[in-house]
């Protein structure tokens, strides 16, 4: 008796997640990533799950909703959760990972899953049979986007990404700084540069006039209408809002007094641990599309600065994201086709993790279709349900990508006391007990 089999395209988060959670379940899958043949404008190594922008997958705390829906991950056996608690770096009550260490581990844990196939081959289309799940991000190559354009009669959209820089350690002049966590939380793991009020008035004024990086040539068909997601905006872009956006924004000093008078600055620019090695650090909300040159002489006035060397300028590049609330169901399977299924940000779900889980029930659910088994429907009372639910019934209209939050997701059956805190609490127990059952369901009915 033949073995049931999907195929996956793409071996990002979301692609690598699906592959992992269908083979888990006795599938066999045929996963297909074009890299090292050829690599996107973003991409810059040839392994999976490459973290193109930050190396923070944000807030741990479960009362927060990205730290409910690793728990939820982590709950449902998630691989890319699995990487990234064994490839940490210190990030306060963030979660953050040495991002070569982080692809590396799930590279070499897909290419040695027995259950699935790496096929390095640019796909142009679905395989005509069988099922699939497309999870190729927010740069599909061209061939593969003509085919997703005419399955959906043209209804793709787009916003602008960017990515911060990358300062070496050793070139940081450790004299103008000190090492700090926002509110003591965590271990002290920030290097904090702060600013007087000459200071940030100089490098403001320097920053909204620096020259912009025009647009990669597979950018300019969109140059007219610049659309950036607010949670990666351009720092530049923040500033030119108001003279205070940036001081209550990635700038904001509080909670970060000054070890020499226990005062606060006027403003502090954030550096995170990229590596665990320490040599690498980024500047944290300091993603840019000004010039390469202009990135070293603005970002060069931040104290202790003076003399980085850039291991990275930041960069920017478009993110395509489909209409889905019109073309994808709960299970992120496309309506009018029940073999075909998406997930990752080319869905509608904003960040690392989101679209690892958009991986997960997608690729639980590919595979589920590929056994002959029901749907399994997350339910919105769970991060992994409510992002689903959005992505499927969100408004047709004006649909725009969405980050976890516990504003999509459905409310309590009874109000409670004791304010914002207590009710998040209530949320996560909510979410944790019916992801405990949903978790033995799975297992119980891969094993039967």
């Given at each position: 008796?033949?073995?049931?089999?999907?195929?996956?395209?793409?071996?990002?988060?979301?692609?690598?997640?699906?592959?992992?959670?269908?083979?888990?379940m006795g599938v066999k899958v045929f996963l297909h990533e074009m890299k090292p043949q050829k690599k996107t404008p973003a991409h810059r190594t040839d392994l999976f799950a490459e973290l193109c922008c930050s190396n923070s997958?944000?807030?741990?705390?479960?009362?927060?909703?990205?730290?409910?829906?690793?728990?939820?991950l982590a709950?449902?056996?998630s691989l890319i959760m699995e990487a990234a608690f064994h490839t940490r770096v210190p990030a306060g009550s963030s979660l953050a990972v040495?991002?070569?260490?982080?692809?590396?581990y799930i590279t070499e844990r897909i290419k040695n899953h027995p259950a699935i196939t790496v096929l390095e081959e640019e796909c142009s289309s679905p395989p005509k049979d069988g099922v699939t799940v497309i999870a190729t991000g927010p740069l599909t190559s061209e061939p593969l986007s003509k085919y997703i354009s005419d399955l959906v009669g043209g209804e793709k959209l787009h916003f602008f990404d960017a990515a911060a820089p990358i300062v070496d350690a050793s070139t940081i002049?450790?004299?103008?700084?000190f090492v700090?966590?926002?509110?003591?939380?965590?271990?002290?793991?920030?290097?904090?540069?702060?600013?007087?009020?000459?200071?940030?008035?100089?490098?403001?004024?320097?920053?909204?006039?620096?020259?912009?990086?025009?647009?990669?040539?597979?950018?300019r068909e969109s140059q007219q209408e610049l659309t950036v997601f607010e949670g990666c905006m351009p720092i530049e872009v923040m500033a030119k809002r108001g003279y205070g956006t940036l001081l209550y924004g990635p700038m904001k000093p509080v909670g970060l007094p000054l070890p020499q008078t226990g005062k606060e600055a006027y403003a502090i620019l954030q550096l995170r641990q990229e590596n665990l090695e320490k040599t690498m650090y980024n500047l944290v909300g300091f993603q840019t599309h000004l010039t390469f040159p202009a990135q070293k002489r603005v970002f060069r006035m931040i104290p202790g600065l003076e003399?980085?060397?850039?291991?990275?300028?930041?960069?920017?590049?478009?993110?395509?994201?489909?209409?889905?609330?019109?073309?994808?169901?709960?299970?992120?399977?496309?309506?009018?086709?029940?073999?075909?299924y998406f997930a990752g940000q080319i869905t509608g779900v904003e960040g690392y993790i989101e679209s690892a889980g958009s991986g997960m029930v997608a690729g639980i659910n590919a595979a589920r279709k590929a056994l002959g088994m029901t749907k399994l429907v997350f339910e919105p009372i769970c991060e992994l349900g409510a992002m689903a639910h959005y992505v499927s019934h969100g408004a047709i209209g004006d649909?725009?990508?969405?980050?976890?939050?516990?504003?999509?997701?459905?409310?309590?059956?009874?109000?409670?006391?004791?304010?914002?805190?207590?009710?998040?609490?209530?949320?996560?127990?909510?979410?944790?007990?019916?992801?405990?059952?949903?978790?033995?369901?799975?297992k119980e009915e891969s094993q039967a």
């Open positions: 008796m033949s073995v049931p089999s999907i195929h996956v395209i793409g071996a990002g988060l979301a692609g690598c997640e699906a592959a992992y959670q269908a083979a888990s997958l944000r807030s741990e705390i479960p009362e927060n909703a990205v730290g409910l829906l690793k728990k939820e709950a449902m056996g040495d991002r070569d260490k982080f692809s590396r002049d450790m004299s103008k700084v700090a966590s926002r509110y003591g939380k965590g271990e002290a793991c920030y290097i904090n540069c702060p600013m007087d009020r000459e200071q940030y008035d100089a490098f403001y004024c320097a920053l909204i006039s620096a020259e912009e990086a025009p647009l990669k040539e597979f950018d003399n980085a060397e850039f291991l990275r300028y930041g960069v920017m590049h478009r993110n395509t994201f489909l209409n889905s609330p019109k073309i994808l169901d709960e299970t992120y399977c496309v309506k009018n086709s029940e073999n075909l649909f725009q990508p969405m980050n976890a939050n516990f504003g999509i997701i459905a409310p309590l059956e009874k109000k409670i006391k004791g304010g914002k805190q207590a009710r998040n609490c209530a949320y996560v127990l909510r979410s944790l007990s019916y992801i405990e059952n949903v978790s033995k369901k799975v």
